[in-house]
């Protein structure tokens, strides 16, 4: 048996055969009970005959050499039969009607006086098929004198229910027709918001989606997208599919951009180095004889070899880092760290104000302890390096992390949205030393691989960087340490 594959051709075909359904049940509870009404009728008359047959004066002297000879006040198509056992007398006979309109008796014959005499007595009326008459309705009875049956034709209540049920199988399919054209005509409209959401999806998969900037206008309209029916939550689900996908390619066209950003300002930042490593190549294979020449070139290759390095280094790990590469997972001492970092920073910027405020007990917290304190070192070299001498630089520790606040100029409102962006540099807006800007692109890719987070709160005279970084035991995972 073949499916019809599609939803309007599946629902049509479903409503058609519950209609036909229907109304062939109706149709067949009908004729059950117009059936049972006419036999009860006719049961009523077949007993109405036997009681006549049994008032008839020659029943109780048995039958005549005619058979039975009163028949007064039986109607057309009634049978008689009588069984009398002293006598071995066994007769019946059908009254019918000839083309003259004239009444006969027409006898049983021995196989429909058998067929009668079957029927169980006092057990009210049976049906019985008799080869020469047809289907009759018949109640027999044992008296005195013998065993008695009368019965009627039941070619009436056989007609009338044939005639029901032709009309029932011609409204039948009368009606599996105009179900069939009203089912198309409904559902095809009913799906209709079903045929423009598909639409929407096909002009969507039509869509370059491939590389460059993409744009997804396609939505399905307002009026398709109401969740309470179930259509609408078809459409709605698609809308929410569409911003999915659309916030997804926005953020690969950035990431694509960032990494070609990415690669212009490493080689910008590799080949300032390599320009200077070249031209002090170049000089002092010029002056071989000038040994002073000759130091200074060597010196200014060695800086920028270890500046390239460097870089190089920063460039790695936040590859790597990138990558997803776990970091060591081993408990920090966090208090330890920050004041070490602390009286380094003292000791490296003494025009500088350092203070530290740490809890009466010692932090620890769960991570790699090198990168850690690369993200210390790298905060309080920015404060060191991006604000004037006089500067108070505050390190303040709690359980749940640390902060870095100074009360220098800080970060420009623009600046500041892209301060955590790799080669962001902030010389204009925070004085004196220069970098590549991987610091803290740096911090913040180690703190979020630590599962942490960073934040930068600035404006003039109050710049803080917020460091969250989860607890001993609040981090688990497989341990692990990248290389370094």
């Known amino acids: 048996m073949v499916r019809p594959r599609s939803l309007t051709a599946r629902l049509v075909a479903t409503t058609v055969l519950l209609v036909v359904g229907v109304t062939v049940l109706v149709g067949a509870l009908s004729a059950l009970a117009v059936r049972?009404?006419?036999?009860?009728?006719?049961?009523?008359?077949?007993?109405?005959?036997?009681?006549?047959?049994?008032?008839?004066?020659?029943?109780?002297?048995?039958?005549?050499?005619?058979?039975?000879?009163?028949?007064?006040?039986?109607?057309?198509?009634?049978?008689?039969?009588?069984?009398?056992?002293?006598?071995?007398?066994?007769?019946?006979?059908?009254?019918?009607?000839?083309?003259?309109?004239?009444?006969?008796?027409?006898?049983?014959?021995?196989?429909?006086?058998?067929?009668?005499?079957?029927?169980?007595?006092?057990?009210?009326?049976?049906?019985?098929?008799?080869?020469?008459?047809?289907?009759?309705?018949?109640?027999?009875?044992?008296?005195?004198?013998?065993?008695?049956?009368?019965?009627?034709?039941?070619?009436?209540?056989?007609?009338?229910?044939?005639?029901?049920?032709?009309?029932?199988?011609?409204?039948?399919?009368?009606?599996?027709?105009?179900?069939?054209?009203?089912?198309?005509?409904?559902?095809?409209?009913?799906?209709?918001?079903?045929?423009?959401?598909?639409?929407?999806?096909?002009?969507?998969?039509?869509?370059?989606?491939?590389?460059?900037?993409?744009?997804?206008?396609e939505r399905v309209p307002a009026d398709l997208a109401d969740e309470s029916t179930e259509v609408g939550q078809v459409g709605s689900a698609l809308n929410t599919l569409l911003d999915h996908v659309e916030s997804s390619l926005e953020a690969r066209q950035r990431s694509e951009e960032q990494v070609r950003q990415f690669v212009a300002d490493a080689s910008h930042e590799l080949r300032t180095p390599l320009a200077t490593i070249a031209g002090y190549s170049e000089l002092a294979r010029s002056r071989p004889d000038d040994e002073e020449a000759l130091r200074r070139a060597l010196e200014k290759v060695e800086d920028e070899s270890h500046r390239m390095t460097a870089l190089v280094e920063d460039l790695l790990l936040l590859a790597r880092l990138d990558a997803g590469r776990p970091l060591a997972r081993q408990p920090v001492d966090l208090t330890r760290m920050l004041l070490e970092a602390v009286a380094d920073a003292r000791v490296i910027a003494p025009d500088h104000v350092w203070r530290l405020t740490l809890p009466d007990e010692p932090i620890e917290v769960l991570g790699d302890e090198q990168r850690l304190h690369q993200v210390v070192t790298n905060l309080l070299t920015n404060a060191r390096k991006h604000t004037p001498a006089g500067t108070t630089v505050t390190v303040a520790a709690d359980p749940s992390g640390f902060t870095v606040h100074d009360d220098g100029p800080g970060f420009s409102p623009d600046l500041a949205e892209h301060a955590f962006e790799r080669f962001t540099r902030g010389d204009r807006a925070r004085t004196r030393e220069g970098g590549v800007g991987l610091g803290l692109a740096l911090v913040a890719a180690i703190v979020e691989a630590h599962g942490g987070g960073v934040t930068l709160d600035s404006r003039p005279g109050d710049t803080t960087f917020t460091v969250r970084l989860p607890a001993e035991g609040a981090q688990e995972g497989p341990p692990g340490e990248i290389d370094r």
Do not use: C, M
């Open 36 to 217: 049972s009404y006419l036999l009860s009728q006719l049961d009523d008359q077949v007993t109405a005959s036997l009681q006549r047959a049994q008032r008839a004066p020659s029943f109780g002297d048995g039958p005549g050499p005619d058979g039975l000879d009163d028949r007064r006040g039986q109607g057309v198509g009634t049978l008689t039969a009588v069984w009398i056992p002293d006598r071995d007398v066994a007769v019946g006979d059908v009254i019918v009607e000839g083309q003259d309109g004239r009444t006969s008796r027409s006898p049983l014959s021995e196989d429909d006086l058998e067929a009668l005499d079957e029927v169980s007595a006092d057990d009210g009326p049976h049906t019985v098929r008799l080869d020469d008459f047809g289907g009759y309705r018949v109640v027999v009875v044992e008296t005195s004198a013998g065993k008695l049956a009368a019965g009627l034709p039941t070619r009436d209540v056989d007609a009338a229910v044939a005639t029901l049920l032709g009309w029932q199988g011609v409204l039948t399919v009368l009606g599996a027709v105009a179900a069939l054209g009203g089912a198309l005509v409904l559902v095809r409209r009913q799906l209709r918001p079903l045929r423009e959401v598909a639409g929407t999806a096909n002009a969507v998969a039509r869509l370059p989606l491939a590389r460059g900037d993409i744009e997804l206008a």
